[in-house]
């Protein structure tokens, strides 16, 4: 299983950014797919995921600003953000599991290498 994530960048408050995650090495449509981040000297928090059949669910602090999706045809998953706010920065991981298709962390069997979202 690989995940590559890619997208992030440094962007100024109140703007926005697309983060993508390439995913290869399994059947991808069937995994729960999830966003997560975490910032220096805090706990990797989730920020959304969505499962097999495109439920989508969203960590209060993102929910109305950034929304997750993903095209099985390209085993991409996406995170646009919007209305970006400083708090927002942190590295950005994508990950997948046939467990339980949750927020936490500890549901999710493979991980990215991340991509770093820096808010001015």
């Known amino acids: 299983v690989q995940l590559v994530e890619s997208g992030g960048g440094p962007v100024q408050a109140g703007g926005s950014l697309r983060l993508s995650c390439a995913a290869s090495?399994?059947?991808?449509?069937?995994?729960?797919m999830g966003w997560f981040r975490q910032a220096p000297g805090k706990e990797r928090e989730g920020v959304a995921t969505i499962d097999s059949e495109d439920i989508t669910s969203y960590s209060d602090s993102v929910k109305g600003r950034f929304t997750i999706s993903r095209d099985n045809a390209k085993n991409t998953l996406y995170l646009q953000m919007n209305n970006l706010k400083p708090e927002d920065t942190a590295m950005y991981y994508c990950a997948t599991t046939r467990r339980r298709c949750g927020l936490g962390a500890s549901d999710f069997d493979y991980w990215g290498q991340g991509t770093q979202v820096t808010v001015s």
């Open positions: 090495g399994y059947t991808y449509s069937s995994n729960c």
